[in-house]
């Protein structure tokens, strides 16, 4: 008998620790789920500001070759007026 009482304590135990884990890993998920919600979000707003960098950057680029444009028409003119 003494036995069989020590094994259904065990047993018992066991069950308890097998709860106790279970517990953890079901805060662990949520953990996790929301580390990758936060994650997704923060991605997504950093897709949307290099969405936005990157016109900033054509808009910059197209800004310069007209300068350059421009730059070549006043070159052209000074040496025109000052021949």
């Not at 047993?11 to 953890?24: C, F, G, H, T, Y």
């Not at 890993?25 to 936060?38: G, P, Q």
């Not at 991605?43 to 680029?61: G, Y």
């Amino acid at each position: 008998m003494k036995n069989e009482d020590r094994i259904v304590e065990l047993l018992a135990e066991n069950l308890i620790k097998s709860d106790q884990l279970a517990d953890r890993f079901d805060k662990l998920t949520s953990v996790v789920e929301k580390l990758a919600n936060t994650m997704e979000t923060q991605l997504e707003k950093i897709e949307v500001e290099i969405i936005k960098l990157n016109l900033i950057s054509a808009e910059n680029t197209r800004a310069l070759i007209k300068l350059g444009d421009n730059n070549d028409r006043i070159n052209r003119l000074e040496k025109e007026v000052f021949k």
